[in-house]
């Protein structure tokens, strides 16, 4: 006889593993795989309790920022699936609940969905990210973050499998918690000095659409409302010293800012025998407002008083139109034609001003800026050719045409500072083309290249003389693959300015085995080699900043990744997987840093590569005790290693991780 479940118990348990966490045993079976029936529904359920615990060494802020594992009990892992048996529920066909991470954990996320065939949908995505960043090296800490991301998407589906369906949703994103900063107060070469700021972010998004079918026609239309504001205020906690006798004894930031973007989307599609059109178009009309509004007080180096008021106010408007209209002809059975339009116009103008006043000399500057402009055009074909069942070859021309505007007022109206005006547009032509190859039954092999040119690139590490290579070869048997593949691209970028070029290769290979007795292996490699070199040029020096030139900045970085993978299911009720992961940055091959003949090049040669290492083994073990219980355990190592650190800065850290837990369906 099959137990009755009313809907309100139902509507318990959905609401009682609301709130579990991360699952590390990645789902294995507990209980029948085909649930359990209730009344008119079959329900399927699991929970994951258990405890996770943290032993870390070294630079703790370094490992909170990579991993942030924490001990403590915790609900791992939850799941929850409830389906009509005919289709035919009273209040709802199907309910799916999963959760991970929920509780301690600082990664955690819930999606849940519900829906009546033909009458209705619903669909929820929360996520929560704890995100945690010591600062850079190069700030000694003091660009410190210690906040929130939460994230939440809803979605209502009216008449799901209709002819014509109507759509609603809401999403959110917030961002909170402490962070340090920094200001350099009074003049140029005064002092820095750490600030303590709230960050307080908050994004909504509403939207409301409709999606149509009529004959070979699918059209959307989408209405969307977009609100930004940003509330972060910064002050000193007690007078601040810097390096020289100067003092900043009081310091107040307040910076709130609104911003809102309503919008239109839609899109249309129609499917014929010989041709597939598909036409977008998009447009934003984004108005937002913003005043900063900073105080210090203090003394300079020389000990006189400061009382500085900084105001930066402004207004704007961001009108953004897109489209995009793609055809793609099927003029024979090997042919395909594709061809591509699109255009883009971004808009930012409104009265920006930035002041400042200085309440001791009554000092008064301010900066001005009126509006910027980008357009964008893009065009693109492509052929593709069937030469037979096997083997096909593939080629392309694509071009892009980009205009860029800018108003700037440096002084008053009338003034021969006042509206600096610019232009500069830019061209792009590029060449594709490719192959497709089954040379023996289960090997794939792709091959393509792209050749680009730029006449007028807008910055020194823009696309100008470009050329990037794929390949990729695959082979499958049974229970056996392989893989290999090889990637590049290169950049060679000369303005009048400076010059800039990058070079980076990618190499990489991969196999899976499947025995038939529990036994599976997984490995892959890569390396990944990057150089990028360019010139700069900088104001620096004491006591009056001077221009420095003829120096390069030159990166180079050599990184090889290893992942291996064993699982092995020695009887029906244990499974057992091995696990290590390496990755290693031998950098340019250097091991340790050598004494350069200026400051200078000095800071510059520090910073040319950073070779590391980071590996982490696991084990993971699962036991089933019970038709519907599990016992889980895992432990996994963190090790980090620079051979040498920014400004003698080493973050390196080791880290035992692990849990233990109970899996139980019911």
């Known amino acids: 006889m099959r137990r009755r479940l009313p809907l309100f118990a139902i509507l318990a348990l959905a609401g009682s593993v609301y709130a579990q966490t991360v699952a590390p045993t990645e789902g294995e079976q507990v209980g029948p795989p085909a649930g359990d029936t209730y009344a008119k529904y079959n329900i399927a359920q699991s929970w994951e309790l258990g405890y996770r615990f943290a032993s870390v060494g070294g630079d703790d802020g370094k490992y909170r920022s990579d991993v942030n594992y924490g ?39 819930v999606t849940f969905r519900i829906q009546k065939n033909r009458l209705y949908r619903y669909d929820m995505l929360w996520r929560s990210n704890e995100y945690y960043n010591p600062g850079l090296t190069v700030a000694s800490g003091l660009h410190l973050e210690d906040t929130t991301h939460r994230w939440q998407d809803h979605e209502l589906t009216l008449f799901p499998q209709s002819a014509i369906r109507i759509r609603a949703g809401y999403g959110r994103t917030t961002e909170d918690g402490p962070t340090l900063t920094t200001e350099q107060e009074y003049n140029s070469q005064g002092d820095v000095y750490p600030i303590f700021q709230n960050t307080r972010q908050q994004y909504n998004e509403y939207r409301l659409g409709m999606d149509a079918r009529f004959r070979a026609f699918r059209f959307t239309v989408q209405r969307r409302w977009e609100f930004f504001r940003e509330g972060a205020s910064g002050s000193v906690i007690a007078p601040e010293a810097g390096t020289t006798p100067a003092v900043l004894s009081s310091f107040q930031s307040t910076q709130p800012y609104r911003g809102q973007t309503p919008g239109w989307m839609g899109n249309l599609i129609g499917e014929f025998r010989w041709i597939t059109l598909n036409a977008r178009a998009a447009y934003t009309s984004g108005t937002g407002s913003f005043v900063q509004n900073e105080t210090a007080i203090g003394t300079d180096r020389f000990g006189s008083s400061q009382n500085q008021q900084v105001a930066v ?39 920006n001003a930035f002041s400042e006043f200085n309440n001791s000399t009554f000092a008064f500057s301010t900066v001005d800026f009126q509006f910027l402009g980008i357009r964008l055009f893009t065009n693109s074909t492509d052929v593709r050719y069937g030469v037979s069942k096997k083997f096909d070859v593939f080629g392309g021309f694509h071009y892009a045409d980009r205009l860029i505007r800018s108003i700037e007022d440096t002084g008053s109206v009338g003034t021969p500072l006042s509206g600096i005006a610019a232009e500069q547009s830019n061209h792009t032509a590029a060449g594709v083309a490719g192959i497709n190859w089954m040379p023996l039954t289960g090997l794939r092999m792709h091959v393509e290249g792209e050749l680009g040119r730029n ?49 980076a290769r990618n190499y990489s290979a991969d196999a899976s085995w499947m025995a038939a007795k529990g036994l599976s292996l997984d490995i892959s490699y890569s390396q990944l080699y990057l150089d990028t070199l360019g010139g700069i040029a900088f104001f620096a020096g004491t006591p009056r900043a001077t221009l420095v030139t003829n120096l390069d900045s030159l990166y180079v970085s050599n990184i090889h990744a290893l992942n291996l993978g064993i699982r092995i299911a020695p009887t029906k009720r ?93």
């Open 71 to 109: 001990d403590g009990v915790r609900l791992l892992s939850s799941s929850l699936s409830i389906h009509s048996l005919e289709g035919h529920g009273n209040w709802f066909d199907e309910m799916v609940l999963t959760s991970m991470g929920l509780g301690n954990d600082p990664y955690q996320s």
């Open 455 to 503: 006449d007028n690139p807008f910055t020194p590490i823009s696309l100008k003389n470009y050329q990037t290579i794929r390949a990729r070869a695959q082979y499958r048997k049974k229970n056996t693959s392989f893989g290999a593949a090889y990637q590049e691209n290169y950049n060679n970028n000369s303005i009048v300015i400076t010059s800039y070029s990058s070079h």
């Open 313 to 351: 106010t402004g207004t704007g408007n961001r009108p953004v139109l897109t489209g995009d209209f793609n055809a793609t002809l099927f003029p024979s059975s090997r042919i395909t034609v594709v061809n591509n339009s699109s255009v883009a116009d971004t808009r930012m103008d409104g009265n």
């Open 574 to 666: 244990a499974d057992l997987f091995l696990g290590y992961s390496l990755t290693k940055d031998t950098g340019d091959g250097r091991s340790s840093l050598a004494l350069q003949p200026t400051a200078a090049g000095q800071v510059f040669y520090n910073a040319q590569t950073f070779p590391l290492t980071y590996q982490t083994p696991l084990i993971r073990l699962s036991v089933q005790i019970a038709r519907n219980l599990r016992w889980n355990a895992g432990y996994q190592y963190y090790g980090y290693h620079e051979e040498f650190g920014l400004l003698s800065t080493d973050q390196n850290y080791r880290a035992n991780t692990g849990y233990t837990s109970l899996l139980w369906s019911f």
